[in-house]
C-alpha cells in the first residue's frame, strides 16, 4: 500500500538537475525578443503609424482603425518571423489566473489554400464567447457576449507561438468582468489627480504614474511526491501532515545556498523572463524549507502586473520541465511560514521624481510630506477597504498567524519620518513653510532638506511599511492577481489627492500663499491619520488591542471583510474615481463570495475524501495488525504476563480508536454543515456559513490525522510526510 509513497519518495530522492540551455548571448541581446516593444514597433511598422501609435501609448489616447490595422500588419509580420501560428487576446478574468483563447492566423484565400491574415479589427477587439467567466450575474447566459479590447500600453509577447496581446474584458452592457479594467482606471485617476497637486510644485509634471515592484514567493515540490498528495493536487495546499521534526528552527534556508536542481530551474525561468521583457532581478532562498523568491526590477503598475501574471504561468510552466510543481498558494504547508507577495508601491511624475523619496530642496520635501500625508489619509480612511482588496480564502491562512502580517491594516514610518511629520504636526501656523524667502523655514521643518530615509529601519511585522522611496505592502497574498491591490491603493490615494486639492485651492482663492495653504493642509492630514500609524510589533497581542481601540478595522472574517467593497463610503470613492460602478461592486463582491465558498467547498470534500479513503482504513489495518499481536499475546503467555505484556498495544488500539471515531464524526459534522449551508440562496450568507460552520472543522479533524500519522506504521503511511516533501535535494 505505502509502495506509492516509497516509490515517489526515491524518484524524487534519485533526482538528477534538468540540464539547461543557457543561451551564449548577453541577457541584454536576447532580453525582450519574444515582446513586440518599441525597437520591434519601429522595425515593422511604418514611420507614421509607429508615431501615431506612441503618442497614442504616451498620451493615454485611442488609435483610429486605419493605424490599427498597419499596427496589425507590422505585428503579424513581426509574429510569423518569431515562429507564431496563432494569436490571442490574453486577459484577466476573475479568477486566480488569465484567459487566453487561440485562433490561428490562416484565412481561406480563395484559391483552395490558405494565407496568414490578422486585421486591425481582430487586433483591436474580440468577442470571445465567454459565458462560463466569473460575472456575479452581470452576464446571464443569454447575453453572454463579452468583448476584449487592445491594451495598447501594454506590449504583444509571444509564447508558446502564439501572439499574446494584453486585452481588457467587459461585458456587452459596459461593465468590466477582469482585473485591468478597473485598473488602468484607477491609473487614470490617480494620474489625473497626482498631475494637479504634483503642479504646486512643479507646473512641468504632465502625468504621475503609479508603479509596482512585486517580490513573488513561492515553493517547489518534486513532482512525483506532488502526485502523491491528493489534497496538493486539488487545492493547493496540504490539509494534514504532521510537521516535520526538522523544518525552518535553524534558519539554513533564507538565502542559503540554492540547491543545485532549483538552481537550474531558476536559471531557465529569469532566461524565459527576460526574453519576454520581464527584468527578473534578484532570486534567494525564502524563510521556510523549498521557499524560494524572485523580485524584478520595478515598473510601471500596469506592466509590472501583466508581468506578474505572466510569470506566475512561467513559473508553473518552467517547474514542469524541471520535474517540480511550484505552488503560489499562501499557506502550503501549516506550521512554516506561508507565501507572500510584496508590493512595492510608489508615484513618481513624467519629470522623473519619486514622490515617496526625499528631495534636495526644502520644496521637494514639502511635496514629498504632501505625498506622504495624502496617502496615510487614504489608507486611514479606507483600511477596511485595502484589507479587503488583499483578503482571500487562500491568504486568509497568512492573514493573522505569527509570520504574517495580521489582518489589520496598518502603518510603518520609521523613525525619521515619523519626527518630520511630527514637526509638522507641532509647528504652530505663523512658522510654517514659505517658499519665496527660500531660507526661510522653521527651526523643525529645516531639517527636512538633511534626510536620507534611504537607510529607514525595517519593520517586518508592518502590513504597509515606508521604505525609503516606496511603500510596501506585505499583506498581498502569493497567488493574488496584485491588480485587486492596486486599484484600491491607487484609487483611494486618487480620491484623497483630489480633496487635498480641493482644499488647498479654497485657501488659495481666501487669499492664502500656495505653502503656507499646503502645510495647513498638510497637518491636517497628519493629525487626522494617526492612528493607522504604528510602528511597534505588529504580531503582537497589544496591538490587536490598541487597534481595535483606535477604530482600526480588526474584522478577520473573510466574507464579512469583503462588505468593505459595498459600504458607503467605498462606492462612492470608486464611482468619484470612476473605477467602479455600485453595479460593478456589487457583482465582484458575488464572485468574492462564490469562490470563497467554492474554496472551502473543495477542501471540505478533499478533507473529507482523504480521512475516510486514505487515513481511517490505513489506521484500521494496522489497528488490526495490533490486535492481531495482542491475541497472539494472550494465547502464548499465562493470563497475567498476558494483560501486562499486550497493555501497551491495547493502549494503542484504544487511542487510535478515538482519533478515528473524532475524525469520523467531525467529518459527518463537516457534510451535515455544508448541505445547510450549500441550501443558502445568497452568495455572502453562504460563504459566512461556510466560514463560520464548516472551516473550523478543518483544523480539528487535521489534529487527529496528524495525530494518527504518529502513531500507524511508517511502512504503510500513504501519503508523502512533510519531511520528505519539504527538502529538495
Ligand atoms: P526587499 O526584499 O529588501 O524588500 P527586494 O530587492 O526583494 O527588497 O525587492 C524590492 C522591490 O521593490 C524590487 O522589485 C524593486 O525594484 C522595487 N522597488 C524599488 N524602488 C521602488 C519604487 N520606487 N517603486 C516601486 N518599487 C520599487
Ligand atoms: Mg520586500
Not at 486591425?120 to 447575453?143: C, H, M
Not at 497628519?526 to 497581542?541: L, Q
Request: proline share 4%; net charge negative.
Amino acid at each position: 500500500m505505502s509502495q506509492l509513497r516509497f516509490k515517489v519518495v526515491e524518484e524524487a530522492f534519485n533526482r538528477k538537475p534538468v540540464k539547461v540551455e543557457i543561451p551564449k548571448e548577453k541577457s541584454s541581446e536576447y532580453y525582450g525578443k519574444a515582446v513586440f516593444n518599441r525597437q520591434k514597433m519601429f522595425e515593422y511598422l511604418p514611420k507614421k503609424t509607429f508615431e501615431a501609435l506612441t503618442k497614442a501609448i504616451d498620451n493615454k489616447e485611442p488609435l483610429s482603425r486605419e493605424i490599427a490595422d498597419s499596427v496589425a500588419a507590422g505585428m503579424k509580420q513581426w509574429a510569423l518571423d518569431n515562429g507564431a501560428k496563432h494569436y490571442t487576446h490574453w486577459f484577466h478574468p476573475l479568477t486566480d489566473g488569465t484567459a487566453e483563447k487561440h485562433d490561428s492566423f490562416i484565412e481561406h484565400d480563395g484559391k483552395g489554400g490558405v494565407v496568414e491574415e490578422f486585421t486591425g479589427k481582430l487586433l483591436v477587439q474580440q468577442e470571445p464567447d465567454a459565458s462560463s467567466f466569473p460575472n456575479g450575474g452581470i452576464r446571464n447566459t443569454f447575453e453572454a457576449r463579452g468583448y476584449s479590447a487592445w491594451d495598447i500600453s501594454s506590449p504583444a509577447f509571444i509564447i508558446h507561438n502564439t501572439l499574446c496581446i494584453p486585452t481588457i474584458f467587459i461585458a456587452y452592457t459596459g461593465e468590466s468582468l477582469d482585473y485591468k479594467t478597473p485598473l488602468l482606471r484607477a491609473l487614470n485617476s490617480v494620474d489625473k489627480a497626482g498631475t494637479a497637486v504634483a503642479q504646486y510644485f512643479d507646473p512641468n509634471v504632465k502625468h504621475v504614474h503609479s508603479y509596482l515592484g512585486w517580490e513573488q514567493e513561492y515553493f517547489l515540490v518534486d513532482e512525483a511526491l506532488y502526485s502523491a498528495r491528493p489534497d496538493l493536487m486539488l487545492t493547493g495546499r496540504t490539509l494534514m501532515g504532521h510537521e516535520s521534526a526538522k523544518n525552518q528552527q535553524l534558519e539554513d534556508h533564507y538565502f542559503g545556498a540554492i540547491p543545485t536542481r532549483v538552481d537550474a530551474f531558476m536559471l531557465e525561468l529569469e532566461t524565459e523572463c527576460h526574453k519576454l521583457g520581464i527584468p527578473a532581478k534578484t532570486r534567494h532562498n525564502e524563510v521556510a524549507p523549498n521557499q524560494f523568491e524572485l523580485a524584478p526590477i520595478f515598473e510601471e503598475t500596469n506592466l509590472a502586473n501583466d508581468h506578474n501574471l505572466l510569470l506566475m504561468s512561467l513559473i508553473d510552466d518552467v517547474a514542469r520541465r524541471h520535474n517540480f510543481r511550484a505552488l503560489l498558494h499562501e499557506k502550503p504547508f501549516a506550521g512554516i511560514n506561508g507565501s507572500g507577495k510584496h508590493n512595492n508601491w510608489s508615484l513618481g511624475t513624467d519629470t522623473g521624481v519619486l514622490l515617496f523619496a526625499p528631495g534636495k530642496t526644502p520644496k521637494q520635501n514639502l511635496q514629498f510630506v504632501t505625498f506622504v500625508a495624502n496617502v496615510m489619509a487614504a489608507i486611514y480612511k479606507y483600511n477596511g477597504l485595502i484589507k479587503a482588496s488583499i483578503s482571500s480564502a487562500t491568504n486568509a491562512h497568512r492573514l493573522g498567524a505569527n509570520e504574517a502580517p495580521p489582518a489589520i491594516i496598518s502603518m510603518f514610518l520609521g523613525t525619521q519620518l515619523s519626527n518630520i511629520l511630527s514637526a509638522i504636526e507641532d509647528s504652530d501656523e505663523d512658522v510654517a513653510i514659505s517658499v519665496e524667502g527660500k531660507e526661510r523655514y522653521s527651526m523643525n521643518l529645516s531639517q527636512i532638506p538633511e534626510i536620507m530615509v534611504d537607510n529607514t529601519d525595517r519593520n517586518r511585522t508592518s502590513p504597509f511599511a515606508f521604505t525609503g522611496n516606496r511603500f510596501e505592502f506585505r499583506a498581498v497574498g502569493s497567488s493574488a492577481n496584485c491588480a485587486s491591490a492596486m486599484i484600491a491603493i491607487n484609487a483611494a490615494v486618487a480620491e484623497q489627492l483630489t480633496l487635498f486639492k480641493k482644499n488647498v485651492d479654497a485657501k488659495l482663492a481666501a487669499g492664502q500663499d500656495l505653502e503656507h495653504a499646503i502645510i495647513t493642509e498638510v497637518r491636517e492630514l497628519i493629525k487626522m491619520s494617526k492612528p493607522i500609524h504604528f510602528d511597534g510589533n505588529g504580531y503582537s497581542d497589544e496591538w490587536k488591542e490598541e487597534a481595535a481601540k483606535r477604530g482600526l478595522d480588526c474584522e478577520t472574517s473573510v466574507p464579512l471583510i469583503f462588505d468593505a467593497y459595498l459600504d458607503d463610503k467605498a462606492v462612492k470613492m470608486f464611482e468619484n474615481t470612476n473605477v467602479f460602478t455600485k453595479v460593478e461592486l456589487e457583482a465582484r463582491n458575488e464572485v468574492k463570495w462564490e469562490t470563497y465558498t467554492k474554496k472551502v467547498q473543495i477542501e471540505a470534500r478533499v478533507l473529507g475524501d482523504l480521512a475516510l479513503n486514505h487515513v481511517i482504513p490505513v489506521a484500521t489495518r494496522y489497528q488490526s495488525v495490533l490486535l492481531d499481536n495482542v491475541f497472539k499475546i494472550k494465547n502464548l503467555f499465562p493470563k497475567e504476563d498476558g494483560e501486562l505484556i499486550a497493555k501497551r498495544d491495547l493502549e494503542q488500539i484504544k487511542k487510535m480508536e478515538e482519533h478515528m471515531l473524532f475524525i469520523k464524526d467531525k467529518v459527518n459534522e463537516m457534510v451535515d454543515a455544508r448541505k445547510v449551508a450549500n441550501k443558502i440562496e445568497t452568495e455572502r450568507e453562504k460563504a459566512i456559513a461556510y466560514h463560520d460552520n464548516v472551516f473550523p472543522l478543518f483544523d480539528e479533524i487535521r489534529y487527529h490525522i496528524d495525530k494518527l500519522e504518529l502513531m500507524v506504521d511508517d511502512e504503510i503511511w500513504p501519503l508523502p510526510k512533510y519531511r520528505e516533501l519539504l527538502f529538495i535535494r
